[in-house]
C-alpha cells in the first residue's frame, strides 16, 4: 500500500481530540477538494509502497499509542486497508478511520470518523465534474453509520453550509450528538474567526465543535 507518512502526535480533531495517536496516512484520494490540507496525497500523491507487515512495525516503534488513526488520502481505497486495519485491532489497538465515506470496505474500526464533503469543497478545473458526482453518496454514508461506531465531521467554510449539513443529517437520521462542525483553514486567525459563528451554530442545533489542535499546537505542517 501506497503510505505518504506514518507519525505519532495528538489527534487534532473530533470527539477523539488530544488522545495520542499513531497516524498512518495513505496517498491516494478519489476527491479533490478545493482546500485540501494534505494535498501530497491527493493532487499531488506521494509516497513509498510499504507492506502491512511493515507499517505495523513502523507503527510499533511508538509503544506507548493505543489508538492508530487510518487516514489519508481516502484510506478507504488504499491497497491492504481491510487487513491492516484487523491486524491493528488484533493487537488491541483503538482504531479509527478518517473517510470522506464515499467507498465502503469491510474493514475493523472502532470509531468511524465520517467526513462528507459540502459543496465549498468542489474545486475549479478538470476535476470539478468527478468531484461533484462522487463527493456525496448518501448509500455508502448509511451503510457506514449502520454497521460503525461513528461521527459525522464537517468542515465549514461559510454560514450557508449549514443548511447542506442539516440536510444530509435530516436524510441519514443522525443524532445531533453524533455531529461535529469544524473551521475551514490552516491559519490560526481564520480558524479562530471562523469558530466563533461555528461555535453559534453548534449551540443553535445540539452539534459539536471541533478545534484543529493540531493546527493550533505545531501550525501547518506536515507529520504531527
Ligand atoms: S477527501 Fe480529504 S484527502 Fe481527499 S481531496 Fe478531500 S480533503 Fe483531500
Known amino acids: 500500500?501506497?503510505?505518504?507518512?506514518?507519525?505519532?502526535?495528538?489527534?487534532?480533531?473530533?470527539?477523539?481530540?488530544?488522545?495520542?495517536?499513531?497516524?498512518?496516512?495513505?496517498?491516494?484520494?478519489?476527491?479533490?477538494?478545493?482546500?485540501?490540507?494534505?494535498?501530497?496525497?491527493?493532487?499531488?500523491?506521494?509516497?513509498?509502497?510499504?507492506?502491512?507487515?511493515?507499517?505495523?512495525e513502523r507503527a510499533a516503534t511508538f509503544p506507548a499509542a493505543r489508538h492508530i488513526v487510518l487516514t489519508g488520502g481516502e484510506p478507504m481505497i488504499a491497497s491492504g486497508i481491510v487487513q491492516l486495519s484487523q491486524r491493528f485491532r488484533e493487537r488491541g489497538t483503538h482504531v479509527t478511520i478518517e473517510t470522506a465515506g464515499t467507498v465502503w470496505a469491510e474493514v475493523a474500526c472502532d470509531l468511524m470518523s465520517i467526513s462528507p464533503k459540502l459543496s465549498n469543497s468542489t474545486p475549479e478545473g478538470v476535476f470539478r465534474a468527478q468531484h461533484e458526482k462522487l463527493r456525496l453518496q448518501p448509500s455508502v454514508l448509511r451503510t457506514l453509520t449502520g454497521a460503525y461506531e461513528y461521527q459525522l465531521k464537517f468542515v465549514v467554510a461559510r454560514a450557508e453550509d449549514v443548511a447542506e449539513i442539516c440536510a444530509l443529517v435530516t436524510e441519514l437520521g443522525a443524532p445531533p450528538g453524533k455531529v461535529i462542525l469544524m473551521p475551514e483553514g490552516v491559519e490560526a486567525d481564520v480558524l479562530r474567526e471562523r469558530g466563533v459563528w461555528i461555535a453559534d451554530i453548534c449551540k443553535e442545533h445540539g452539534f459539536r465543535f471541533s478545534p484543529r489542535l493540531h493546527v493550533d499546537l505545531y501550525g501547518n505542517r506536515r507529520g504531527v
Do not use: H, K
Open 1 to 56: 500500500m501506497r503510505i505518504a507518512e506514518i507519525f505519532y502526535s495528538v489527534q487534532g480533531e473530533g470527539c477523539l481530540v488530544g488522545v495520542p495517536s499513531v497516524f498512518v496516512r495513505t496517498s491516494g484520494c478519489n476527491l479533490r477538494c478545493s482546500w485540501c490540507d494534505t494535498p501530497y496525497t491527493s493532487w499531488n500523491p506521494e509516497g513509498e509502497e510499504l507492506s502491512v507487515d511493515v507499517v505495523l
